[in-house]
C-alpha cells in the first residue's frame, strides 16, 4: 500500500502546550499537504508544503518536509481545545494525480 | 467561497436497497469531483475520480456495478450505494477541483454517513 503512515495514532495534551504530529511516505512525492477533520465532519485545508521547500509556517501550524527521509511533521503551537480533530497529511505521488492520505492523528486538547 | 455540500448527510437504509448521495459544488464549477470512503477511525480511500461528462475512473478493488457515479454537471456528482449490504456502511466523502485548480487543490465536502440494516 501506498499509504503514509502517522504517528502518533492518538495524541493527547493541555491547552497551551504544542503538539507535534509526523507523516512518513513511502514514494517520491509533489508536494504535501495537511488536513484537519472535526469529529464525523469533512476535511478542512490547513497547509501546503511542495518537495522543494523544506519549511512553512501558517499561523500557529508549522510544517516541515524531510524528502531525504519521506516525512514530514505538522506543530501546533499553543495549543487550543478547538484544535481537538484527526489530522491527515496526503501526499500527491509524482505521476499520479490523487491523494493519498496518511493513517490520521487523533488530537485531544483538554482545556 | 470554495463550498462544497453533500446531501444527506446521514442516511440509514434497508439491506439490498438503493441509496443516492448528492456532492454539490455551490460557488464554483467542478471539473472533477472525487469520492472517498472512510471507515471509523480510518484515513480516506479514494474510491473514484469523476469528470464532468465522461465516465468516473474507479481505483482497483472499488466495484464500478455496487458505486454507480453520475457527474452529468459542472456542480452536481452522485455516487448511488446499489443493492446495498451492512458491510457498505461507512462516511463517504465528496471533493471537487474547480476548473482550471490543480487536482491537488481539493475542497471537501461535509461526508455522508451511510447506515445499512
Known amino acids: 500500500s501506498q499509504q503514509g503512515e502517522e504517528d502518533p495514532q492518538a495524541l493527547s495534551i493541555q491547552e497551551g502546550e504544542n503538539a507535534t504530529m509526523n507523516c512518513s511516505y513511502k514514494?517520491?512525492?509533489?508536494?504535501l499537504q495537511w488536513y484537519r477533520q472535526n469529529s464525523g465532519r469533512g476535511l478542512v485545508h490547513l497547509i501546503l508544503?511542495?518537495?522543494?521547500?523544506r519549511e512553512k509556517h501558517s499561523g500557529r501550524l508549522r510544517v516541515t518536509l524531510d524528502t531525504s527521509k519521506k516525512s514530514s511533521s505538522l506543530l501546533i503551537t499553543a495549543s487550543r481545545a478547538a484544535d481537538t480533530a484527526s489530522y491527515f497529511c496526503?501526499?500527491?505521488?509524482?505521476?499520479?494525480?490523487?491523494?493519498?492520505f496518511g493513517t490520521g492523528t487523533r488530537l485531544l486538547v483538554s482545556p | 467561497g470554495a463550498v462544497v455540500s453533500q446531501h444527506p448527510s446521514w442516511v440509514i437504509c434497508k439491506s439490498g436497497t438503493s441509496v443516492k448521495i448528492e456532492c454539490r459544488s455551490l460557488?464554483?464549477?467542478?471539473?472533477?469531483m472525487f469520492w472517498y470512503r472512510q471507515f471509523p477511525k480510518q484515513s480516506l480511500m479514494l474510491m473514484a475520480t469523476?469528470?464532468?461528462?465522461?465516465?468516473?475512473?474507479?481505483e482497483q478493488g472499488v466495484e464500478k456495478d455496487k458505486f454507480l457515479i453520475n457527474h452529468a454537471s459542472l456542480t452536481l456528482s452522485t455516487l448511488t450505494v446499489t443493492s446495498a449490504h451492512p458491510e457498505d456502511s461507512s462516511f463517504y466523502i465528496c471533493?471537487?477541483?474547480?476548473?482550471?485548480?490543480?487536482?491537488?487543490?481539493?475542497?471537501f465536502g461535509p461526508g455522508t454517513r451511510l447506515t445499512v440494516t
Open positions: 471533493s471537487a477541483r474547480e476548473q482550471g485548480a490543480s487536482f491537488y487543490e481539493q475542497y
Open positions: 460557488d464554483f464549477q467542478a471539473t472533477t
Open positions: 514514494t517520491s512525492i509533489n508536494n
Open positions: 469523476s469528470n464532468e461528462g465522461s465516465k468516473a475512473t474507479y
Open positions: 508544503i511542495r518537495s522543494n521547500e
Open positions: 496526503a501526499t500527491v505521488r509524482t505521476g499520479f494525480q490523487k491523494l493519498v
